[in-house]
T-cell receptor, first 114, second 114 residues
């Protein structure tokens, strides 16, 4: 069965420091991979997606993610974190049997310290 | 920028009552979804809808749930007889002209069943 694992429940990063959020997936076919961010009281906003091609994808707000098939990973990175990046981050795999559903990880809550 | 909207933002109901959660997807989108997130848990797929019919549903989506696109702009989720365990945040999402398109999420409706 398809699944997504985000091993870190909480991460605290100092403002200006770099960030890497981990995501591992399990899916038998070619994965469609997504990172969403959820700020308190808000919906889910798409940060970036990987469908095919270049394994390093750029997203909004200065985020990037790298797809590594050999490691079944799709880690999210940002070189310099801003206080406004504090939020919950969800990795998801798109399972498409003709109609796509997203299977989400449990999320990683990012705290940014001054 | 077009966005998915949901009403109400918060709904409180008594156990056994019927509730209808409303969503207005992005206007030219053809694929519609409902997800839910129980407090502290991952976002879970409920149902996908295309061409006026359910295309896929999860095991959570039992006979108590139904979806409808009554007027070409709204997309509703009905829970016929709410249970305590239905308390969750319910997210509507819409996608474009292909099931491979990314999904845009609304801000969610928080349902509290007492």
């Amino acid at each position: 069965a398809q699944s997504v694992t985000q091993p870190d429940i909480h991460i605290t990063v100092s403002e200006g420091a770099s960030l890497e959020l981990r995501c591992n997936y399990s899916y038998g076919a070619t994965p469609y991979l997504f990172w969403y961010v959820q700020s308190p009281g808000q919906g889910l906003q798409l940060l970036l997606k990987y469908f095919s091609g270049d394994t390093l994808v750029q997203g909004i707000k200065g985020f990037e993610a790298e797809f590594k098939r050999s490691q079944s990973s799709f880690n999210l990175r940002k070189p310099s974190v801003h206080w406004s990046d504090a939020a919950e981050y969800f990795c998801a795999v798109g399972v498409n049997t003709g109609f796509q559903k997203l299977v989400f990880g449990t999320g990683t809550r990012l705290l940014v310290s001054p | 920028e077009p966005e998915v909207t949901q009403t109400p933002s918060h709904q409180v109901t008594q156990m056994g009552q019927e509730v209808i959660l409303r969503c207005v997807p992005i206007s030219n989108h053809l694929y519609f979804y409902w997800y839910r997130q129980i407090l502290g848990q991952k976002v879970e797929f409920l149902v996908s809808f295309y061409n006026n019919e359910i295309s896929e549903k999860s095991e959570i989506f039992d006979d108590q749930f139904s979806v409808e696109r009554p007027d070409g702009s709204n997309f509703t989720l009905k829970i016929r007889s709410t249970k305590l365990e239905d308390s969750a945040m319910y997210f509507c999402a819409s996608g474009g002209s292909s099931s491979y398109n990314e999904q845009f999420f609304g801000p969610g409706t928080r349902l509290t069943v007492l």
